[in-house]
């Protein structure tokens, strides 16, 4: 089992190492205090670890976050792990880590929240890219039951749902699909004196017509073929409690008649029985379609309407009160946390993207959203850049790790001599030695660009003038059509602009 990520905190003052941690507490992040004596061993033991098929990305620690004077020994440490994002903070003297690209940020004083959270994003994105990193979580969906929101239209759902709980009186409960109809009706059942028995949902639009009479109020034996015995319906079923009817809308029309019938008279008959039977049930319907309209269409019986609309609730529409989104986001991510053990957290430029999404699909939506950036970033800081298109409203500029040459020389060393691209091939399509028939046919058919001169030469500089080489011949002979020539080097189109960007390479204008 893979250990969590933590954070290392270095530092020889105490204050200031305690306030961090502070800091970090609350932000519920796992960390461990050492000073700058431990610092190497501790590395040596959680980074290098392993069998030798591990690399050494493959670690628990997250980033060091180093504080105070730091030491030759100390900037010799931050350059021997090319691979760890470190964060520096109240560093007066920043000179000896100007060759340190793996140095991604500093905390700046006074120490707080939004910064934090940017920075640990960071860490994580700096993770996520290393050369061949590849890594997934998965989260199964969680049934939302709360009411969450400080917006005035869910205090006053909230205060509807008070005055009506402890009466008998039916509720019909109005809002689009995804606001939440049934978590109001089940909140309605367990604040009223009927929460001891139970709640029975049925969804009217689910079951076929020629069946919902015998799902409602049940079938007495031999009333049709198949009915080997008698079998009670959700009316009984429900009995003392709460029968929650949801999609109302999409009931037939013979069977809104027996149903006015039985909210009427409070009895009913099984199928095939004549016999009177006492529903002592308290009804709660829900639907999307605007029953008012369907009046006027024939669809929907205007007496069986006002039977219903009692006592209307209208769950709003998501997108009607934005300033919900970040408590409802972490109630989701909370019941996600407790019921499947992984989460997820959004930096403040992402939650306010997020607001301003109009949220077709509602709260059901945003549950989606979330198990989505679970799978994709389990406990892992959001921003803006990792939302789905769809869901970036506002412009940020995205994270792009800088990373020591060593490590960019060893990646493309292996690039070049193995004929497969980390980034663009999967593993199974990706050419090997094998390919080659025998590694003396891999070994000269590597060598055929040339032939090592006596004086040597600059191996990264060589690499770096054959690769722009090969991406000016790709694009010159597509006439710098970026699809194509990408295709031709078989790599993927957004690799190759970087590569034009890395080089800076343009079409030359007339």
Not at 159 to 187: C, H, M, P, Y
Not at 295 to 308: A, C, H, N, P
Not at 447 to 469: F, I, Q, R
């Amino acid at each position: 089992m893979q250990e969590q990520k933590h954070i290392i905190v270095v530092d020889s003052d105490d204050a200031r190492r305690g306030h961090v941690e502070t800091v970090l507490s609350f932000v519920g992040e796992h960390y461990h205090a050492m000073d700058e004596g431990r610092l190497s061993a501790y590395l040596l033991d959680k980074v290098t670890t392993g069998s030798a098929a591990k690399t050494r990305e493959n670690h628990s620690v997250l980033t060091v976050i180093l504080c105070g004077r730091l030491s030759p020994e100390l900037v010799q440490t931050i350059q021997q792990y090319p691979a760890i994002p470190f964060v520096i903070h109240d560093v007066l003297d920043q000179q000896p880590l100007t060759s340190c690209v793996n140095i991604i940020g500093e905390l700046k004083k006074p120490l707080n929240y939004a910064q934090l959270t940017e920075l640990i994003h960071h860490c994580h994105q700096y993770h996520n890219k290393l050369p061949s990193k590849q890594g997934k979580n998965k989260a199964p969906s969680a049934l939302f039951r709360s009411l969450v929101g400080v917006s005035e239209a869910m205090n006053q759902v909230r205060f509807l749902i008070e005055q009506v709980a402890d009466t008998n009186a039916t509720v019909l409960v109005l809002g689009e699909s995804g606001t939440g109809k049934e978590v109001v009706a089940r909140n309605i059942h367990d604040l009223s004196e009927r929460s001891g028995a139970a709640f029975v949902p049925v969804n009217c639009g689910a079951i076929p017509g020629d069946l919902l009479e015998s799902e409602l109020f049940g079938h007495e034996k031999g009333a049709f073929t198949g009915a080997i015995s008698a079998r009670k319906g959700r009316f009984e079923l429900a009995e003392g409690g709460t029968l929650f009817l949801d999609e109302i809308g999409d009931m037939p029309q013979p069977m809104q008649v027996k149903l006015l019938r039985v909210l009427q008279e409070r009895t009913f008959e099984r199928v095939g029985g004549s016999k009177s039977i006492k529903a002592d049930v308290r009804i709660i319907a829900a639907t999307h379609q605007q029953l008012e309209g369907m009046i006027k269409t024939g669809d929907f019986r205007e007496d069986l309407f006002y039977r219903l609309n009692v006592f209307p609730i209208e769950t709003p529409a998501l997108r009607e009160r934005q300033e919900d989104v970040p408590l409802l986001l972490q109630e989701l991510v909370k019941r996600f946390e407790q019921e499947q053990g992984h989460s997820v957290r959004f930096t403040d430029q992402a939650i306010e993207s997020l607001q301003q999404h109009p949220w077709s699909g509602n709260v059901r939506e945003l549950s989606n959203l979330i198990e989505r950036m679970i799978i994709m970033y389990g406990d892992q800081v959001v921003n803006v850049s990792e939302l789905p298109a769809k869901y970036r409203h506002i412009e940020v500029e995205e994270y792009q790790p800088e990373y020591p040459e060593e490590l960019q020389e060893r990646e493309a060393i292996n690039e070049l001599f193995s004929g497969f691209d980390y980034e663009e091939e999967d593993e199974s399509t990706a050419p090997g030695i094998e390919s080659f028939g025998s590694f003396e046919a891999f070994e000269q058919e590597a060598s055929t660009d040339g032939v090592l001169p006596a004086e040597g030469l600059n191996l990264k500089e060589h690499l770096a003038e054959l690769e722009v080489s090969l991406v000016t011949q790709a694009l010159e002979r597509h006439d710098w059509v970026v699809a194509r020539a990408a295709e031709l080097l078989g790599m993927r189109r957004t690799t190759l602009v970087e590569k034009m960007r890395k080089y800076q390479l343009q079409k030359d204008s007339d």
